[in-house]
């Protein structure tokens, strides 16, 4: 059941998706509420689980990870628990999606290089066929919901 957020809980989820390291005094300006009004908003986003965390966004080619890559996998089998646990070892693994249509799951993963990326490619295909794209750039970056996208 989605939570009942009004513009003012919308304008400070848009503002900490921007800097969820800015204050609260400057949140609280931003969306125009005190302090301890803003407080007590973000405190009740995160109790509710709407707000689920707070992440520094890296650059990854400035940590060694020249290769970005998102890798369809066909899974023809039942038990998905080793795929799983693929998942929470390989670190290179972003992120997982577990899909409708041919491809059972989208990964987005990350290298240090080509002979990386094939040697966690080679990894996957043991669960079953993957295809992997390499990205050229991000056109739009991870950016949140906003209120503007809700079909009312």
């Known amino acids: 059941m989605p939570e009942n957020l009004d513009a003012t809980d919308w304008a400070i989820l848009a503002e900490l998706q ?24 973000v405190k009740r986003l995160e ?17 060694g990870f020249a290769v970005l890559a998102v890798v ?24 997982c999606l577990r899909t409708t249509g041919d491809d059972c799951y989208t990964l987005k993963v990350t290298a240090t290089s080509m002979a990386h990326l094939e040697e966690l490619i080679n990894e996957l295909a043991q669960f079953g066929s993957t295809t992997t794209n390499i990205v050229y750039s991000q056109t739009l970056p991870y950016r949140g919901p906003h209120r503007a996208a809700q079909v009312e």
């Open 18 to 41: 921007q800097d969820g390291r800015m204050s609260l005094t400057e949140l609280g300006r931003r969306v125009n509420l005190s302090a301890s009004a803003t407080t007590e908003r």
């Open 47 to 63: 109790t509710t689980g709407v707000i689920t965390g707070y992440h520094a966004h890296v650059d990854l080619v400035k940590v």
């Open 72 to 95: 369809r996998l066909k899974y023809p089998g039942s038990r998905h628990q080793p795929l799983h646990q693929l998942l929470k070892e390989r670190l290179e693994i972003l992120e």
